[in-house]
């Protein structure tokens, strides 16, 4: 079963701009993980929040999470023409499993 | 440091085939996975192993089999290929469970049945 669910589906920008990408889920979890992918290729982890946590940065990513909303958001700032990918949020309320979003597609143009 | 290794990278099967997907990890994780990923859907998970010799069903395991014999490789198997099998599959790995650790995938295997 899906727990995630991302927002917008697809969003396409321009280069320098932010992105905002949204992610809900329905029941309590332990972490949420935003991972990207690009195009024909493995996923790579991006960031972990605990749920008691509320903000993570990693350079020009911006995690934040919402436990009373049941949300998440990852803000890229500043884009790159390699940040072109798609990316999912997963959710973990066991110890033996992620459940994943179907992911947003961002496409940034030159 | 190879990370997460899949053999082999693409592969045509005819309805009723079987075949063996490889996963190695080097990074002497406890935990791996196999996921199958289909177009406009999140990664949904096959079958995981928590160790060496063990296995445990995730959310869609039917028609798949594995075994984790060596703590660095896991395998999956097809025994029948059905075309609703189509699609691609990811291994990953992660030192603990998903509560605390992040998880490393590999580039993919992309199964066609027909």
């Known amino acids: 079963s899906q727990q995630g669910e991302e927002d917008p589906q697809a969003l396409s920008i321009q280069e320098g701009e932010n992105a905002t990408m949204n992610c809900s889920y329905k029941t309590s979890i332990n972490n949420l993980q935003w991972y990207r992918q690009n195009s024909g290729r493995g996923l790579v982890h991006l960031i972990l929040?605990?749920?008691n946590e509320r903000e993570k940065h990693s350079g020009r990513l911006r995690v934040t999470l919402d436990t009373s909303k049941k949300s998440s958001s990852l803000l890229i700032t500043a884009s790159r023409a390699a940040d072109t990918a798609s990316y999912f949020c997963?959710?973990?309320?066991?110890?033996?499993?992620?459940?994943w979003g179907a992911g947003t597609k961002l496409i940034i143009k030159p | 440091n190879a990370g997460v290794t899949q053999t082999p990278k693409f592969r045509v099967l005819k309805t009723g085939q079987s075949m063996t997907l490889l996963c190695a990890q080097d990074?002497?994780?406890?935990?791996m996975y196999w996921y199958r990923q289909d177009p406009g859907m999140g990664l949904r998970l096959i079958h995981y192993s928590v160790g060496e010799g063990t296995t445990a069903k995730g959310e869609v395991p039917d028609g798949y089999n594995v075994s984790r014999l060596k703590k660095q490789n896991f395998l999956l198997g097809l025994e029948s290929a059905a075309p609703s099998q189509t699609s691609v599959y990811f291994c990953a790995s992660s030192y603990r469970g998903a509560v605390s650790y992040e998880q490393y995938f590999g580039p993919g295997t992309r199964l066609t049945v027909t």
């Open positions: 997963a959710t973990a309320d066991s110890n033996y499993q992620l459940i």
């Open positions: 990074m002497n994780h406890e935990y």
């Open positions: 929040i605990r749920s």
